[in-house]
């Protein structure tokens, strides 16, 4: 990424996969500018871009799912709820062709439906069963695991304490594996009103996109009143959202503003930007680079950058080129640690040879 007027710093030099390269230029404006030309009036001076930072595997999954079934079957393609928590993505994909709706009820009957990153509950699948429509699951192999944790430990009569938000599509869907034995927290003030039938056999369970200290804090209060409570070896939080934060964590105490980029109903792009604030730094949640605020930097040399693992990383590149227009002459990359993580693809799709054209009638003709 060296450019013009500035020079780039790696605190770590990593180079970009093929794949990270790919997911580097998606959904980027077909004619290359820049959304955001004006000047910044401000004396800014370095530039500290978190790593690693934006897509993670389970988003490049669920877009790779739409965009090949787009591909290979044509529009529309009915997607329920976001595929993923952020603005750009889904214009990008409506523009291709998707459908976004919020029930199902909105699908056609015996039409084509996937289901986003963040999962349904089991509910939402014998609905679409009922109905005749044809599903692609795009939930995230990380969520699927918390799903199977819950049916497992609700089989064997557990009381569950999912750690989590409970507005949060991830929540509700993993929540209606067991909704009679699930109970929703978010706080470590929320453990002592805790009601459950058997004190002595009570699980937890996380939701995958939390702050990893503050989930720390409420399983060590669930431990303390439960001490018999079993669950996973350490959380559910994924790889992502712990590298994400560990890499803002470090840039947040170079810097005296961060900003993170990411949708306000993104959860783990609200905790990234509460992460800096905790690890020192002001930091502002952007959903692209129009809404950054001169005054924001008064006084201020270096600001770090970073986001959420629902970002596509041109709204990086072009929050750098703004940032650049305020003075930014280095560009530190501060990559905490390399990430290799890919999901395959559901079978429907790996079945299919690349480029060809099908007709949606054979899209399950195998099952
Ligand atoms: S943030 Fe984690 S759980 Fe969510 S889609 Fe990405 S990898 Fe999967």
Redesign the pocket.
């Known amino acids: 990424m060296d450019g013009e007027g500035y020079r780039i710093e790696k605190e770590r030099a990593v180079p970009y996969t093929g794949g990270r390269y790919r997911w580097a230029r998606w959904g980027e404006p077909a004619d290359g500018t820049s959304r955001e030309r004006s000047q910044l009036p401000v004396a800014l001076e370095e530039i500290f871009l978190a790593g690693p930072r934006g897509f993670?595997?389970?988003?490049e999954r669920?877009i790779e799912i739409v965009e090949k079934v787009l591909g290979v079957y044509g529009a529309p393609v009915y997607v329920r709820k976001e595929i993923?928590h952020n603005r750009h993505v889904v214009e990008t994909l409506r523009a291709k062709g998707a459908i976004f709706v919020e029930d199902l009820a909105e699908v056609p009957d015996g039409a084509l439906v996937i289901f986003s990153?963040h999962g349904v509950s089991p509910a939402v699948r014998d609905e679409a069963r009922a109905r005749g429509l044809r599903v692609i699951d795009a939930t995230?192999?990380?969520?699927t695991k918390v799903h199977i944790e819950a049916i497992r430990y609700a089989q064997d009569g557990y009381t569950i304490i999912l750690v989590g938000h409970e507005d949060h599509d991830e929540v509700i869907g993993t929540t209606g594996e067991a909704p009679a034995r699930i109970r929703v927290i978010s706080s470590v003030e929320e453990v002592a009103a805790l009601v459950v039938a058997d004190p002595a056999k009570v699980a937890y369970l996380t939701q995958?996109?939390l702050s990893v200290e503050d989930t720390q804090a409420v399983i060590e209060a669930l431990r303390q009143r439960f001490p018999g409570i079993v669950g996973p070896s350490r959380d559910d939080i994924?790889?992502?959202?712990q590298n994400r934060q560990a890499a803002v964590r470090a840039v947040a105490s170079q810097v005296e503003v961060v900003l993170v980029l990411g949708a306000a109903n993104s959860s783990?792009a609200c905790r990234l930007r509460e992460v800096a604030e905790a690890a020192g730094a002001r930091a502002h949640l952007i959903d692209d680079p129009g809404d950054i605020r001169p005054e924001w930097f008064s006084g201020v040399r270096q600001v770090g950058v970073t986001a959420g693992?629902s970002t596509p990383e041109f709204l990086v590149r072009e929050t750098i080129e703004v940032l650049k227009r305020g003075g930014v002459t280095t560009i530190h990359e501060v990559q905490v640690v390399d990430e290799d993580v890919r999901f395959a693809l559901p079978r429907e799709l790996t079945e299919i040879p690349s480029g060809s054209r099908q007709d949606r009638s054979r899209l399950f003709s195998h099952q």
């Open positions: 993670c595997a389970g988003v669920a993923v990153a995230c192999p990380l969520v995958t996109t994924c790889y992502a959202t783990n693992a």
